[in-house]
């Protein structure tokens, strides 16, 4: 049955695959391609641009100065606060590992306490059944 399925599937697929290529020629195939390509707007000729714009305003140029000092001290700024951040966690982390160590040893007794007291009452029972079968 899944077998039949698959294959069913697998013809819809294919079919489907075949009537959407066969739409998309139909649209297209009456439109040119070369007709795009013949527009010369896209590649335009910059080089004869270049000779009219050096000649005046190399004199009004204007330069942006760097501070290194003050990139740096950000930067040492930035670095610190980021450790100290990191200490944080890092204590935040302990604290909350220690935690759950002891949470993990308090549910560890418990779990033993019961189930030691649960031991005892099952042997206890099999020694007051014995008891009993032997009078």
Do not use: C, H, P
């Amino acid at each position: 049955m899944a077998k039949k399925f698959s294959k069913f599937l697998m013809f819809t697929a294919l079919a489907g695959a075949a009537a959407a290529g066969a739409y998309y020629y139909l649209q297209n195939k009456n439109s040119s391609y070369s007709d795009d390509m013949d527009d010369d707007d896209d590649y335009d000729d910059f080089s004869d641009d270049l000779d009219d714009d050096t000649e005046g305003k190399d004199s009004t140029r204007n330069y942006v100065a760097l501070n290194l000092e003050k990139a740096e001290e950000a930067a040492g700024e930035a670095a610190q606060t980021v450790g100290d951040a990191a200490k944080e966690a890092v204590e935040a982390a302990k604290e909350a590992a220690a935690d759950a160590a002891e949470t993990a040893k308090e549910a560890a007794k418990e779990i033993a306490e019961t189930t030691e007291s649960k031991i005892e009452e099952f042997f206890d029972d099999d020694e007051s059944d014995e008891d009993s079968n032997s009078i």
